[in-house]
């Protein structure tokens, strides 16, 4: 009779051990994301995802990739999805169109410009003012990525209107075709594409636009004011994850960044991977915290006013809630 009481005692520890287990999977809250595109500018993201550091926080983080800012909104505000990741001069387009529940930053992850100048020809010693009378592929209008490349030329002396042919009117995904296939003799680029054309010998990048435009809030996570107001406690974990996961990668080599995040970039060399990552690094990109701050706030406006994208300025406080990201730094 011991032996068949030690075995009960067994199967119901048993039982309970997987019920438990049962329990915390089910505890885990589901947090719809979607990122404008997919892009080893946002290794802390992919770090995050695949160190669990969002399940250390109770979260199913799904991950959504939404192809161009216009289209991330329409599924945040539709609630498509609960968080996306994208330029934070999307919240002030909102914002200046009227909303009853205004979208809100609540975590950076990126403080540069992503992209860089990439030159047909392989040039020893490059300078801006070579652009002049050249064809420059640059990127959609309104976007981002062209406002801070428009304020790059202006800052070297260039009107993009009248020292070069600007074509704005290619889609992004089509950009770096149609520079391989002959069009233009400069065209801005992200990573890891422009890695890859310098490897391939398509192209040669001679500059960086993060470097040159200075820090902004280039890419950031944001939701409506609603959802971090009812789900607080979920946006504190998110956010906590974040810190975690923009501490690893500052402090992590390369060649580790990589090996972590290269199942995102299953058709990249892992060599490559590591090659834009230390490009991503030693520019600064990455975010060390969460914090959106006003001067880069200030900063990402006088790039869109110097564009003429900004018919006027929007409150800091209006659209940009640090709760969360000072929270997670302390």
């Known amino acids: 009779m011991r032996w068949l009481k030690k075995g009960l005692l067994v199967s119901v520890i048993a039982l309970l051990f997987l019920s438990l287990t ?21 290794a802390p993201q992919y770090v995050a995802l695949e160190k669990g550091y969002f399940k250390d926080e109770g979260l199913s983080v ?94 070297h002396g260039i009107d ?20 391989a296939s002959g069009t233009g003799d400069y065209v801005q680029l992200f990573e890891p594409t422009a890695s890859m054309f310098e490897k391939e010998g398509k192209g040669y990048i001679v500059a960086s636009f993060g470097t040159e435009s200075g820090q902004l809030p280039y890419t950031s996570f944001m939701a409506k004011s609603s959802y971090l107001k009812d789900k607080a406690k979920t946006v504190q974990g998110f956010t906590n994850a974040l810190k975690r996961a923009q501490d690893f990668v500052q402090k992590a080599t390369p060649a580790e960044i990589a ?4 199942p995102y970039f299953e058709n990249v060399d892992i060599g490559l991977i590591e090659t834009v990552v230390e490009r991503y690094k030693s520019q600064g990109s990455y975010a060390t915290d969460p914090i959106l701050d006003n001067k880069e706030w200030d900063n990402l406006q006088t790039i869109m006013e110097a564009a003429g994208e900004l018919p006027q300025r929007v409150d800091y406080d209006k659209l940009v809630n640090t709760t969360f990201a000072k929270k997670a730094v302390e």
Request: net charge neutral; glycine share 8%; hydrophobic share 40%.
């Open 160 to 179: 993009p209107a009248n020292d070069l042919k600007l074509i704005q009117n290619i889609d992004f995904a089509n950009i770096s075709t149609a520079f």
């Open 62 to 155: 799904e991950l959504q990739t939404i192809a161009g800012g216009d289209k991330t909104m329409t599924a945040l505000l539709s609630d498509g999805i609960d968080i996306a990741l994208v330029g934070s001069e999307t919240s002030i387009y909102v914002t200046l169109q009227g909303s009853n529940d205004p979208i809100q930053n609540f975590a950076q992850l990126t403080q540069t410009d992503g992209t860089f100048l990439v030159a047909r020809k392989k040039m020893d010693n490059f300078s801006w003012d070579q652009l002049k009378g050249s064809t420059f592929l640059g990127q959609r209008k309104g976007g981002m990525p062209q406002m801070a490349g428009e304020f790059v030329l202006k800052k």
């Open 22 to 42: 049962a329990c915390n999977k089910t505890e885990l809250e589901k947090v719809k994301v979607g990122e404008v595109t997919r892009s080893i500018f946002y």
């Open 259 to 262: 090996k972590i995040i290269q």
